[in-house]
């Protein structure tokens, strides 16, 4: 079964606000366990709670608006895609260690859902980025999140092969950039793309210094806007980015430090079969990129500073701070 990297962020985005909630709930604990298990479409998080902390777990729920029945564990359901490949992880437990505003977590899964771990590269990202995700492939989620044209689709699919790329959201509007290696892109081939029944020409180019900028205007989205694609290469690394200005900004990234950040934990880690790390934002904008229609979640999530997952084969790592 292909996994694709999207539904996986979205499964995790449910447990990150669970681990939220648990990080108030046992801050006075130095460790506790978490259990992940699933049956059919639901899933269920097991915690225990000492006594000690009974009281404070109640005061918490409240501010929740949660009911006390969480305390013998807490449901949620996917939909069918989903909960396939969730289920495919569990049972996973996680043993959770606790300081002030902070939660650092390890566990294991049951299966392997990426097969290799793979280099991590010392990248700059722009100043805006609130979300870098590090995974094998990027194709299929590129394919679901566009309304590209079949030829454009085929291009992408025949350049996004090399395995270790990376999904940047951030700025404004939250645009992503997805970031690959490619071996000879043939850019060229983009100058005779057309839409699909339709004969304008979709490619336009522009340059900047020694940066050549490959613009393509794709179908008007749902929303009735019409998208840019913005592609460009520097060294060994191709940049697609979803809008014009989402390019500008990782172009300025790699120009002028000034503008631009790196994930301290993104160096420290070096390989991983798929990591995470994201940064707290009160953008609207951001939370529907990442949370699609599990709106549910936004209060627990506003909470989050920081967060990061590691995945290594079947053991991962990770941490949380909180506001």
Known sequence: MK?????????????????????????????????????????????????????????????????????????????????ARLALITPAEAELNFSPNKIRYKGEISHELFPDELPIENLTFPKTTRLVVFAPNFKEFLNTKMNLPSELTTWINRTLINQGQYLVVGGQDSDFTIVFKSTNPDFESLKNLKQNGNSEPVYKEESEENITLHLLNLFADKDGKQPTLALFQIGQFIF??????????????????????????????????????MDGSNDENFYNFILGRQKNYVNQLAKVKHFEFILKGKRFSGLINIE
């Open 3 to 83: 996994l694709n990297p999207q539904i996986i962020l979205g499964s995790l985005i449910v447990i990150i606000a669970i681990l939220t909630l648990i990080v108030f709930t046992t801050a006075n604990r130095p460790k506790s366990n978490l259990l992940l298990t699933a049956s059919e479409n639901k899933f269920k998080i097991s915690f225990n709670i000492g006594a000690n902390n009974q009281k404070y777990f109640s005061e918490v729920l409240e501010k929740f608006s949660l009911p006390t029945t969480v305390k013998s564990g807490f449901e949620f359901q996917l939909d069918a895609t989903s909960s």
């Open 240 to 277: 697609l980015n979803s809008s014009q200005s989402a390019a500008q900004e990782m172009i300025n990234a790699q120009k002028f430090p000034n503008l631009a950040i790196k994930f301290s934990a993104l160096e420290k880690t070096k390989s991983a079969s798929f990591a995470i790390y």
